[in-house]
T-cell receptor
Framework: DQQVKQNSPSLSVQEGRISILNCDYT??????FLWYKKYPAEGPTFLIS?????DKNEDGRFTVFLNKSAKHLSLHIVPSQPGDSAVYFC?????????FGKGTKLSVKP | EAGVAQSPRYKIIEKRQSVAFWCNPI?????LYWYQQILGQGPKLLIQ????????DSQLPKDRFSAERLKGVDSTLKIQPAKLEDSAVYLC????????????FGPGTRLTVT
């Protein structure tokens, strides 16, 4: 029973364009949502988070949107750069415990 | 500031052998986590420590997995005996406290059981 779902295993985007990564969740008790980025042979690196009381959080090229009624969040990367190529994990928190999705592999082509 | 350190980075063992992983969290981080990440999946929590006490080990297969965090700093995760399905990356993470949402991950140990 997956509580956090990332239904797109991969995404390919041209450099300079927008990348949109999606995540759905089922547990309405989640109070924080996070995005992590993972390069091969490295551990996940924290990227950006959003509280369940907000609907948007922005940090430079990265923006996370939360739609609580749809239990959906998305990560927008604008403009996308080749260095953004990595696996992106969506994670949801309830009382400090993180539940991760399976990840989406983003490829940004020059 | 030094990140989370883990060793070894890679380990290959035969089934039924034992193996141990070591983790040194970020200095001052009270909460330490061990995750298992199977290929194609997201990290799955195995055990959570607050200082040197276990907070959550509900997902730890206790018949073969054990973990300890002596003195509330370093931690070791042991598997004995290993099974083929234990092949995965074992990630250690730490955070300032249980309710401090952001966790910082180490590079992981890739375990292959043959």
């Amino acid at each position: 029973d997956q509580q956090v779902k990332q239904n797109s295993p991969s995404l390919s985007v041209q450099e300079g364009r927008i990348s949109i990564l999606n995540c759905d969740y089922t547990n309405s008790m989640f109070d924080y949502f996070l995005w992590y980025k993972k390069y091969p042979a490295e551990g996940p690196t924290f990227l950006i988070s959003i509280s369940s009381i907000k609907d948007k959080n922005e940090d430079g090229r990265f923006t996370v949107f939360l739609n609580k009624s749809a239990k959906h969040l998305s990560l927008h990367i604008v403009p996308s750069q080749p260095g953004d190529s990595a696996v992106y994990f969506c994670a949801a928190s309830a009382e400090g415990n993180l539940i991760f999705g399976k990840g989406t592999k983003l490829s940004v082509k020059p | 500031e030094a990140g989370v350190a883990q060793s070894p980075r890679y380990k290959i063992i035969e089934k039924r052998q034992s193996v141990a992983f070591w983790c040194n969290p970020i200095s001052g981080h009270a909460t330490l986590y061990w995750y298992q990440q199977i290929l194609g999946q997201g990290p799955k929590l195995l055990i959570q420590f607050q200082n040197n006490g276990v907070v959550d080990d509900s997902q730890l297969p206790k018949d073969r997995f054990s973990a300890e965090r002596l003195k509330g700093v370093d931690s070791t995760l042991k598997i004995q005996p290993a099974k083929l399905e234990d092949s995965a990356v074992y990630l250690c993470a730490s955070s300032l406290g249980r309710l401090r949402i952001v966790q910082y991950f180490g590079p992981g140990t890739r375990l292959t059981v043959t």
